[in-house]
Nanobody, 118 residues
Framework: QVPVVESGGGLVQPGGSLRLSCVAS????????MAWYRQAPGKQRELVAT???????NYADSVKGRFTISRDRAKNTMYLQMNSLKPEDTAVYYC????????????WGQGTQVTISS
């Protein structure tokens, strides 16, 4: 069973929007950190946005003002709304959930491809 699954990626023209979803199929009781990362071809994985259980939200400078991270507690789902997309946003996007519930957990999804091209 894959603990978290991303979806919502695709091919979009520059200036367009996408909303990525990350659904957790396991309990995330005790989570303290949720995040979206991305990895472009030939580059290292980079942090895009973070959300802590204390409500703290942070973004990479490259996406500030364009991306929004959010969470739907009832649906066990995390989102990344991406607006004003640029070709340099092209990457595989991954969600990451970390927490502690008896033991620590650190879940990664398999990624969803986002391609920005005209």
């Amino acid at each position: 069973q894959v603990p978290v699954v991303e979806s919502g990626g695709g091919l979009v023209q520059p200036g367009g929007s996408l909303r990525l979803s990350c659904v957790a199929s396991v309990s995330i009781v005790g989570f303290y950190y949720m995040a979206w990362y991305r990895q472009a071809p030939g580059k290292q994985r980079e942090l895009v946005a973070t959300y802590t259980n204390g409500g703290s939200i942070n973004y990479a400078d490259s996406v500030k003002g364009r991306f929004t991270i959010s969470r739907d507690r009832a649906k066990n789902t995390m989102y990344l709304q991406m607006n004003s997309l640029k070709p340099e946003d092209t990457a595989v996007y991954y969600c990451n959930l970390r927490g502690y519930s008896g033991s620590s957990y650190d879940y990664w999804g398999q990624g969803t491809q986002v391609t920005i091209s005209s």
